[in-house]
């Protein structure tokens, strides 16, 4: 009976450890954070830019994200007179969720320039809305949420009714350009005209561009632009400071909880300020 005893005991005790994760352990006194990347994957961004995309496709960078409370007033940086904008892929892949008692799940990133407004206390989800980039010769760049403007209905390459954004309202903030180049998310290009421009729409489920007057005179790879990611005017445009609407969060295109858990999920030793 002794030995069982025993025996029962230690294996009590090796049950305890297994099943003890380090952030419950009394004497490590590191703070772990959990970077932001590994809740936001390719698995479920993929499908809403390409159905047929592979597992080495990453479309991530299409989208801009709203980090949102779990409070009952699902707070956001968007509310926020420091901030008042949503965060681009490149930077929301670099942040971090540091669970802690007090504050619940709090966002931090490692950028001194970045608005306080975006250390998030009890995060509860990202808002992803899908958007481009515009990009002049003075290499300034203007991030606009193509939900943000006025859909117009079109037809589709199918000929079915499909809600679309002007390519001239994504070009709102600059003026007297010769030229614009419509940029993939693979780094593929196109020339157009102003004139091209006017009469371009981009279509918001389709992901592709098309020309309803000209679409005869153009090429297939001209016409048919898909995965737009970024549009860069020429050299002589004039930037007319045009202020651009975020999409409203009932246009999101996914929202993604926060995890309960996060044991599944890498965790960094983090050194905060």
Same mark, same amino acid.
Do not use: H
């Given at each position: 009976m002794?030995?069982?005893m025993?025996?029962?005991?230690?294996?009590?005790?090796?049950?305890?450890?297994?099943?003890?994760?380090?952030?419950?352990?009394?004497?490590?006194?590191?703070?772990?954070?959990?970077?932001?990347?590994q809740f936001?994957t390719?698995?479920i961004?993929?499908?809403?830019? =390409?159905?047929?995309?592979?597992a080495? =496709?990453?479309?991530?960078?299409?989208?801009?994200?709203?980090?949102?409370?779990?409070?009952?007033?699902?707070?956001?940086?968007?509310?926020?007179?420091?901030?008042g904008?949503?965060?681009?892929?490149p930077?929301?892949?670099d942040?971090?969720?540091?669970p802690?008692?007090?504050?619940?799940?709090?966002t931090?990133?490692?950028?001194a =320039?970045?608005p #306080?407004?975006f250390?998030?206390?009890?995060?509860?989800?990202?808002r992803?809305?899908?958007k481009?980039?515009l990009?002049s010769?003075a290499?300034?760049?203007v991030?606009?949420?193509?939900? #943000?403007?006025q859909?117009h209905c079109?037809?589709?390459w199918?000929?079915?009714?499909?809600d679309?954004?002007?390519?001239?309202?994504?070009?709102?903030?600059?003026?007297g350009?010769a030229?614009?180049?419509?940029?993939?998310?693979?780094?593929y290009s196109?020339?157009?005209t102003p004139?091209?421009?006017?009469?371009?729409?981009?279509?918001?489920?389709?992901?592709?561009?098309t020309?309803?007057?000209?679409?005869?005179?153009?090429?297939? #790879?001209?016409?048919k632009f898909?995965?737009?990611?970024?549009l860069?005017v020429?050299?002589?445009?004039?930037?007319?400071?045009h202020?651009?609407?975020?999409a409203?969060?009932?246009h999101?295109?996914?929202?993604v909880?926060?995890?309960?858990?996060f044991t599944s999920?890498e965790?960094?030793?983090?050194?905060?300020?």
């Open positions: 002794k030995k069982l025993v025996l029962m005991s230690v294996l009590l005790l090796l049950f305890i450890a297994a099943c003890s994760e380090k952030d419950d352990n009394p004497n490590d006194t590191n703070v772990y954070g959990y970077k932001l990347e936001v390719t698995a961004t993929n499908p809403l830019i =390409d159905t047929a995309a592979t080495t =496709d990453d479309f991530r960078s299409l989208f801009a994200i709203e980090i949102v409370s779990a409070d009952a007033n699902q707070w956001s940086p968007r509310l926020s007179s420091n901030a904008y949503d965060l681009a892929w930077t929301f892949k942040g971090y969720i540091v802690n008692p007090s504050s619940g799940n709090r931090y990133f490692p950028y =320039d970045l #306080g407004a250390k998030v206390t009890n995060t509860g989800l990202f992803l809305y899908r481009v980039d990009l010769a290499k300034d760049s991030m606009v949420e193509l939900r #943000g403007l859909p079109v037809d589709n199918s000929g079915a009714p499909e679309a954004i002007k390519l001239s309202d994504l070009l709102a903030t600059y003026s350009y030229s614009v180049t419509l940029i993939a998310v693979d780094g196109r020339d157009y004139e091209q421009i006017a009469d371009g729409y981009y279509l918001l489920s389709s992901e592709v561009t020309f309803p007057t000209l679409n005869d005179s153009m090429t297939s #790879g001209q016409k898909k995965k737009l990611a970024k860069r020429s050299s002589e445009a004039t930037n007319v400071n202020q651009y609407l975020l409203d969060k009932q999101a295109n996914l929202e909880p926060v995890p309960t858990s999920y965790a960094t030793i983090m050194e905060l300020d």
